[in-house]
């Protein structure tokens, strides 16, 4: 009879016999130093299409990554079957450190962040002057997460022949973003990705927009169909009329000078994450004068140092105006 609790000696206590051939476990890891380097495409239901030496292969994270993600532009190490042949499966053991990253959370009051898109140089933002209207609010927030992310903004208008650009570019005059106005003819004869191109030679650009903009027509046009054979199956679907990314999916350009980052439609682009100092960053006329601010100053509230600053000169009022329309978009709605 068997004894439990206090009474319990070392008698009543079954050991598991160590069967021959069985290894002590070992917090030690593998090194993988013959680890093959690649870039991750795209992503799908724990799947990750991956280039390297010029193929695509098929991958899965190693279990020894515990929680951490792959994204679409990570820059990886595999081990494993490398061929890139069919129903073959390599393991990702590396995510190597990210230079950028685009985030968003689902809405401002979620936690949870979720990176979207890594190590782009580039966060092209796509807009119709009409139908659908304009965004302000959604184009200042995703012009707020490029600037905390490390991305430089490209501003893409479209559908310039049912409504002049002057007004929504006045928005941002001040921050100086470069940008592009297309036609709905130039979007679909080519015109437009001609004009684009010129902004995404040697880089990686990730593009963004809502639905009905004309982002994924764009890109179908900067990268022909064969060039999206190195990515293997697209991840889209089509329907009533209208093609539609359901993944971020990085596609070659032309003469392998560059990436597009395609991304799926965006409704909304939560900011919970962002600190504001990491914003200021993209207005460096305007980073001296936080030198007086108090300790984690939202550079909106009375104290804030910008004030005298600007008054004094060392800046244009309306760089400080800019800084303080993003950083308020926190606090709104994308439809407000």
């Not at 304009?134 to 430089?152: H, M, N, Q, S, T």
């Amino acid at each position: 009879m068997r004894r439990y609790g206090k009474h319990t000696d070392e008698d009543d206590i079954r050991s598991r016999p160590n069967r021959k051939g069985n290894r002590p476990r070992t917090n030690i890891r593998p090194k993988h130093e013959d680890a093959a380097e690649g870039m991750v495409l795209t992503v799908d239901r724990g799947r990750l299409t991956c280039l390297v030496d010029g193929r695509t292969v098929m991958a899965m994270k190693a279990r020894e990554l515990g929680r951490k993600a792959a994204v679409v532009g990570d820059r990886v190490s595999l081990v494993g079957d490398l061929s890139g042949a069919k129903d073959t499966l390599a393991r990702i053991v590396r995510i190597e450190p990210r230079a950028t990253v685009l985030r968003r959370t689902a809405d401002d009051d979620d936690p949870y962040e979720r990176v979207v898109v890594a190590n782009a140089d580039q966060l092209a933002i796509v807009t119709a002057l009409a139908d659908p209207e304009p965004r302000p609010r959604l184009i200042d927030r995703c012009l707020v997460a490029a600037f905390d992310g490390g991305l430089e903004p490209l501003l893409v208008l479209t559908k310039s022949d049912l409504a002049p650009p002057e007004k929504l570019l006045e928005l941002y005059g001040a921050l100086d973003i470069p940008y592009v106005v297309t036609s709905r003819d130039e979007l679909y004869d080519g015109h437009a990705a001609d004009r684009v191109r010129e902004h995404l030679a040697g880089r990686t650009t990730a593009f963004v927009g809502h639905s009905g903009v004309g982002k994924t027509t764009l890109v179908n046009a900067l990268v022909p169909q064969d060039r999206r054979r190195m990515t293997g199956d697209v991840n889209a679907v089509t329907g009533r009329g209208r093609h539609t990314t359901t993944s971020a999916l990085a596609l070659p350009l032309e003469g392998g000078d560059g990436w597009v980052i395609d991304t799926p439609g965006v409704r909304s682009f939560g900011l919970n994450h962002v600190n504001p100092s990491r914003v200021i960053n993209a207005f460096p006329d305007l980073v001296p004068g936080t030198e007086q601010c108090p300790r984690a100053c939202s550079h909106d509230e009375p104290d804030c140092a910008l004030d005298a600053w600007v008054a004094d000169g060392h800046a244009d009022p309306s760089r400080l105006y800019s800084l303080r329309r993003l950083l308020s978009t926190r606090e709104r709605r994308e439809g407000d």
